[in-house]
């Protein structure tokens, strides 16, 4: 008998993905984040052009994320 994580994803659709970013999200709403919160921020910031930081170090740190996720390998 199949276990019941292959019989879920078999409902669900049989999505793979190489895409770095999509991981990372996939994860993050999975596992430590609810989806409501990351949506209500993709609504917030996605008609902004510009975002002021008020802290430095960790806009650094958010750059670098995003720059690895991006880069290919």
Not at 26 to 54: C, Q
């Amino acid at each position: 008998m199949r276990n019941e994580d292959d019989k879920l994803r078999e409902r669900s659709g049989h999505i793979v993905s190489d895409d770095k970013l999509v991981s990372f999200l996939y994860i993050l709403l999975r596992d430590h984040l609810p989806s409501a919160d990351v949506e209500e921020i993709v609504r917030e910031h996605t008609s902004n052009n510009e975002m002021l930081f008020t802290n430095g170090w960790l806009a650094e740190y958010a750059k670098d994320i995003a720059g690895r996720l991006k880069r290919e390998g």
